[in-house]
């Protein structure tokens, strides 16, 4: 059964940091184009970054460059997103997204609140 399931989401201080996981079952993320998603209240789902691990490239939104951080564990088969200097204005649903040769996959999301 394919699935992606994230979780690491919580409340955190401004300037703080989170690791969010995304773990994929039913197929291999190395494959495939990966990419971090985040919708906040009333707001539209947006592209934070995306990357392909095979190919080590990865390119991040100007929202979060220089903050956040992609990784993979191939083994585990999971994909990390490192939040760092965390903001109000990251405050949002995550969710994780694989896409391409015919794939396109969504977890469920994980809730990360900014806030003092």
């Known amino acids: 059964q394919v699935k992606l399931e994230e979780s690491g989401g919580g409340l955190v201080q401004p300037g703080g940091s989170l690791r969010l996981s995304c773990v994929a079952s039913?197929?291999?993320?190395?494959?495939?184009?990966i990419g971090w998603f985040r919708q906040a209240p009333g707001k539209e789902r947006e592209g934070i970054l995306c990357?392909?691990?095979?190919?080590?490239?990865?390119y991040y939104a100007d929202s979060v460059r220089g903050r956040f951080t992609i990784s993979a564990d191939n083994a585990l088969n999971t994909v990390y997103l490192q939040m760092n200097s965390l903001k109000p204005e990251d405050t949002a649903v995550y969710y994780c997204h694989v896409w391409g040769s015919g794939a396109d996959y969504w977890g469920q999301g994980t809730q990360v609140t900014v806030s003092s």
């Open positions: 990357s392909t691990l095979s190919l080590g490239d990865t």
């Open positions: 039913g197929f291999t993320l190395d494959y495939y184009r």
